[in-house]
């Protein structure tokens, strides 16, 4: 039950995350889960000593997805949207 979550709240930070980058016309709901869940990583490995868990660990992945999406933006078109 825990991983059907994960991929749920993975997908929907990864969705959110896309629309504030605007790159949601580019990707599927596949490559806005993969983000939300890679992004979750890389906000906790930032942001997790500071921000800790539940309602700011939310806060920590989403901004993670973003980040993610600055740096596959920042290699793909040479800059960030």
Avoid: E, H, K
Avoid at 5 to 16: C, E, K, S
Avoid at 44 to 61: D, E, K, M, R, V
């Amino acid at each position: 039950m825990n991983f059907i979550l994960w991929l749920i709240v993975g997908g929907i930070i990864g969705w959110l995350a896309s629309i504030v980058m605007r790159t949601d016309g580019q990707q599927g709901i596949i490559l806005n889960v993969v983000v939300g869940i890679i992004g979750s990583y890389i906000g906790g490995w930032l942001f997790g000593p500071y921000i800790g868990t539940g309602f700011y660990g939310l806060i920590s992945a989403f901004l993670g997805a973003v980040i993610l999406l600055a740096i596959v933006n920042l290699i793909r078109r040479g800059s960030v949207r």
